[in-house]
T-cell receptor
């Protein structure tokens, strides 16, 4: 049973470009969570999704950030018009309903 | 609102020594979990140990144990017989059982085990 997969592992974008981060949950997991880790800080919750539904997006910036978890395929975290402050490690976790969250290896986004 | 505080930014001990990492939290909920995660240089988040708030017995996983003081809202991690591979960032986290299921993390403690 493969773990949580994230790709790409490293992503470099120039200011103003779009960044798309993908997360494939563990088999059988229907819940996905996205967290952001700024340098030298702990992880901060961004959004919690179930298939085709956003359950809690209280940690998402109001502009430029969006997330989806379609019926088929991976969950996508999309950042439009990236700025230098978006540079961070973005972690995805998945779980069964009310179960333990398992983390992926993260995507390190660098904005030049 | 949930908050988690780790007041030790860095710690350093000699190999084979015992080290305790501190964590305090605040929540108005009665049903919650507490966790310690390890993040080595690879940046992978690894679950070290978990404690259910309704359990009075402190959780133990091999060399790792916790001191859970519910009234004081304290949740420290003890690492016995420390090893070089224990060198990592350690994060304390809480999760409310009923609700959005989001983990709330502390700021982390950078632990270095010296040979």
């Amino acid at each position: 049973n493969a773990g949580v997969m994230q790709n790409p592992r490293h992503l470099v974008r120039r200011r103003g470009q779009e960044a798309r981060l993908r997360c494939s949950p563990m088999k059988g997991h229907s819940h996905v969570y996205w967290y952001r880790q700024l340098p030298e800080e702990g992880l901060k919750f961004m959004v919690y999704l179930q298939k085709e539904n956003i359950i809690d997006e209280s940690g998402m910036p109001k502009e430029r950030f969006s997330a989806e978890f379609p019926k088929e395929g991976p969950s996508i975290l999309r950042i439009q018009q990236v700025v230098r402050g978006d540079s961070a490690a973005y972690f995805c976790a998945s779980s069964p309903p009310m179960g333990e969250q398992f983390f992926g290896p993260g995507t390190r986004l660098t904005v030049l | 609102a949930q908050t988690v505080t780790q007041s030790q930014p860095e710690m350093s001990v000699q190999e084979a020594e015992t080290v305790t990492l501190s964590c305090t939290y605040d929540t108005s909920e009665s049903n919650y979990y507490l966790f310690w995660y390890k993040q080595p240089p690879s940046r992978q988040m690894i679950l070290v140990i978990r404690q259910e708030a309704y359990k009075q017995q402190n959780a133990t996983e091999n060399r790792f144990s916790v001191n859970f003081q519910k009234a004081a809202k304290s949740f420290s991690l003890k690492i016995s017989d420390s090893q070089l591979g224990d060198t990592a960032m350690y994060f304390c986290a809480s999760l409310i059982i009923q609700g959005a299921q989001k983990l709330v993390f502390g700021q982390g403690t950078r632990l270095t085990i010296n040979p």
